[in-house]
């Protein structure tokens, strides 16, 4: 079974999961079941699995670590909002990788087409979602800023396609200090994902790239954790800074976009990047984002 519900959705259906976990050990079901989270993020089947076991007692807590796993995994494959009469059709493009992380999985491993089992699932979570998710969304904001509908468009502007180029690539290599890439090899990827947002076939529109700016601000998600980590090992990050386009995401559709400007009207963006980012008043890319955050508003 395949559901798809997006990340912000996971507390909802951990009630469902532990009612079917409560029946397999109520029915002597033994059989190990691995649950994978497939989205954007990091450790979201973690996070799924805290929440399922917030329904669970401490016998099902028990039967559940010892016969239920919960992999987390990296997942890479741009599938944009459809456009189809039925509503279970989907484009996806013709790219993709799934790494899953192999010491979660319970049981005999499983032979699955497009699946691939990492001992270093870190590596490979922070690799896509700090250079093809990070790019994705700054090409998302400021295309939005631009009035662009979709990616295509907002990449194909030059000065967006160049900014956003570049942040891939400051990211990147903060990445390669990080996680020890080979240098060339990681740059080939940059490359390869730059060139995905280009893809003809694939209308993905800034409104869906962009949506949630709260969480894309998080510490730990795409646009704060690869301009931290760049900045930390003294790379530069002129390019990385334009995430600060997400504080002027105007999506009406979107509940955070919405909540967001508006606290940002009441409070100033200074106060809600110090609540979501986990920046400090001191930092100095505190300054910086806000910097180009208030030239947007000139640029625009």
């Known amino acids: 079974m395949v559901w798809y519900v997006g990340p912000l959705v996971l507390p909802k259906i951990a009630a469902t999961i532990a009612e079917g976990i409560r029946a397999r050990m109520s029915a002597g079901v033994a059989a190990p079941m ?55 059709d989907a484009a996806v493009e013709a790219y993709m990788e799934w790494d899953v992380e192999r010491s979660a999985w319970k049981g005999e491993l499983a032979d699955i087409q497009g699946l691939t089992y990492t001992d270093n699932l870190m590596a490979c979570l922070e690799r896509k979602l700090f250079t093809l998710n990070s790019g994705h969304a700054v090409c998302a904001y400021l295309g939005s800023l631009k009035g662009y509908s979709t990616i295509l468009e907002s990449v194909q502007d030059p000065v967006i396609g160049d900014i956003v180029h570049n942040a891939m690539k400051e990211s990147g290599e903060g990445l390669i200090r990080e996680f ?114 208030r030239a947007l508003a000139v640029a625009v």
């Open 180 to 293: 020890r890439f080979d240098p060339e090899a990681h740059r080939a990827y940059v490359e390869r994902g730059f060139q995905r947002f280009q893809n003809p076939h694939l209308k993905d529109e800034v409104q869906r790239v962009g949506r949630e700016p709260f969480r894309k601000l998080s510490p730990g998600d795409r646009l704060i954790k690869p301009l931290v980590t760049t900045a930390s090992y003294g790379f530069p990050v002129d390019y990385l800074i334009f995430g600060a386009a997400a504080l002027r995401f105007n999506c009406p559709d979107d509940p955070q976009s919405v909540e967001m400007l508006r606290q940002i009207q009441e409070r100033g963006a200074e106060a809600i990047l110090l609540e979501h980012t986990g920046l400090d008043k001191d930092s100095p890319l505190l300054t910086r984002i806000l910097d180009v955050y």
């Open 34 to 88: 691995n649950v994978i989270c497939c989205e954007n993020g990091l450790r979201t089947t973690t996070r799924l699995k805290n929440e399922t076991f917030k329904h669970l007692n401490e016998a099902e807590a028990a039967f559940a670590e010892e016969h239920i796993g919960f992999c987390d995994c990296a997942v890479d494959r741009i599938c944009p909002k459809p456009e189809y009469e039925n509503p279970l």
